[in-house]
């Protein structure tokens, strides 16, 4: 009896010390809607839209792109110029719109039973006839549908050109016999919204959905909030776990927090709000990377052989998010930024890697991070930018930044 009671005390203990955070082997992913701001500062007040074909049959697509760009401006705060002169105005030439449907023939490699041979079974003592298989080729016939949308667009203000490229969207899938293929003219209505979203987005902000990791156990009950969208509810619920004393266990908490306020970001309407609701995230992110650097998640994305849509890596995307914000949110955001783009295809320009700053460790010490933890997160960054001029100094320390820490950044930009 002795020896019973002591294993059954053994087995939660056990439980307990195995039990981690983490991603869990079946990992779940929510969808996030992600706001990116316009690529300049022309504004999309008082915008006059025009579409034009110079092929009779791409004209009533000219009309529907002409419907779709109007909505686009729309749905992002823009405003039509209903009568006088246009502040902003946006040209687009439509070329071609064409969709295909062709049948191919394709070779597929089936196991299937090609003959027998008689095989001795020494139990029944006889003969007995064992199939053989092999893979042997068949001859489907596939469905292919192709489309494609081609143009150009020129954006202009009162004074200048503000972008121009070209519309260039394709389409190309294959389909079974038990595929349900989608129609041609789904196929070109798609590649039209999506070259209405392209130019749009150059005044106007646009939405994309993206696929982000969801931390498991202690925040398995959470996940529900996540998947509804209601991430202020999931930031609040976050915010009540304890801190975790094991650094590895902890960074699942602050990744939690970082897609929380990631997530609150782009709800925002206010974009001064959402640029520190950003940074913070970027913080979080960083400090989950530097708490637990076994954790490859954290930096990297995630690509599923069950699932269609990757998952990308999370500290570029906020990273790239705050650079975006910045410069959407900050004083120089009035002049127009001149830009122009000769392809969609075209990759686009990298933003400069920029370091932890002193707005990250002001972010850090509101978010009640402890000195320790806040001085791994600035020894784990792969580069600092530190400004420890007196003016500098004093806004840290009114922003709640510790002695020790502000020594410690000093001290790490004297070795620069």
Known sequence: MKRLLAVLFVLPLAVSIDAREGFGFKK??????RTIPPSTNAGARRVKVTVTSDRGDARDDARTLDRYLTEAILS???TLAEGGKPEVTIHVSLDRVESHETWETKTEYVRQQTGTKRKWNEKKQKYEEEPIYSSVPVQKQVKVVTASVSGSYDIGDRTDDVASG?????????????????APSEIEDDLLRRASKQIAAHIVPTQDRVNVLVPRATFEPLIPLAESGAWDRYLT???????????KDEAFRQYALAIAKEALAYQSENRAEATG????????????????????LFRKGYVSLLSANNIG??????????????????????????????SASEPPAKPAKQGMRNQTVIDLAKAGLSDE???LAIDGAERTDFDVTPDALIALAKGG???SVIAHMQKKSAKR
Request: hydrophobic share 40%; charged share 20%; glycine share 6%.
């Open 28 to 33: 779940k992913a929510v969808e996030m809607m």
């Open 76 to 78: 992002g705060a823009g």
């Open 166 to 182: 070209d519309l260039t969207h394709s389409f190309r899938e294959t389909y079974g016999d038990d595929d349900n293929a989608p």
């Open 237 to 247: 619920a976050v915010e009540a776990v304890p801190a975790n004393r094991n650094p």
């Open 277 to 296: 609701l950003l940074r913070a995230a970027a913080s979080h992110y960083q400090l989950a990377a530097t708490s637990n650097p076994g954790e490859e």
């Open 313 to 342: 890596a999370p500290i570029a995307r906020v990273n790239d998010s705050v650079t975006k914000f910045e410069a959407w949110s900050g004083p120089g955001s009035a002049p127009a930024v001149r830009v122009a783009q000769t």
């Open 373 to 375: 933890n806040i001085v």
């Open 401 to 403: 930044v510790s002695k």
